[in-house]
């Protein structure tokens, strides 16, 4: 049998945080949250209004630090909620895969994801909703698009740090780019 972890003392004072961004990857998960059809496809995205780290506002995906001693899974299921509610109802699996590995870096030439603050290391995922979703938190706003609104220039001029190609990559993932 296995220790379980307890994480709500996991958080590191502010001090802290900022030297251990200074001289680590921070880990973290992203999440773009999906309403599907009855049969499994994609056909629309949540995005949230929110002030990103550089002090601009900007649409983006749900995204959030993983705790020392905490699952990808329950670091999922904690930021989900607290973006977009307690009954947002994600549909999240037992052993959750990410579609794809972000690194985001201070130096937005380097990968082109980009967090002023730090180097990061995220896992990305697609997850289904069922619930009602409102936007809490940090998050200013929620607005649901289609695949084909989320891919205009327009609204892809809307999210900054990589997240308009993280959103791209999402739906190629899901077979959704034209």
Do not use: N
Not at 73 to 96: C, Q, T, W
């Amino acid at each position: 049998m296995t220790d379980i972890v307890d994480i709500r003392g996991a958080w590191l004072a502010e001090d802290d945080l900022a030297s251990a961004r200074e001289r680590l990857p921070i880990v973290y998960v992203d999440a773009v949250p999906v309403r599907t059809d009855e049969r499994g496809q994609v056909i629309e995205i949540g995005l949230l209004l929110r002030a990103m780290p550089d002090g601009s506002i900007s649409r983006a995906v749900v995204s959030g630090r993983v705790l020392y001693g905490e699952r990808v899974r329950d670091a999922l299921m904690r930021h989900l909620e607290k973006d977009l509610g307690s009954v947002a109802l994600p549909r999240v699996a037992p052993s959750p895969q990410p579609f794809t590995v972000v690194e985001y870096f201070p130096d937005a030439s380097v990968t082109g994801f980009h967090d002023p603050r730090q180097h990061a290391v995220s896992l990305a995922f697609v997850v289904p909703l069922d619930g009602d979703c409102s936007p809490s938190q940090d998050a200013l706003d929620l607005v649901w698009v289609t695949p084909v609104e989320a891919l205009r220039p327009e609204f892809q001029a809307e999210m900054s740090g990589g997240q308009g190609r993280l959103v791209r990559m999402a739906l190629a993932h899901c077979g959704l780019l034209p």
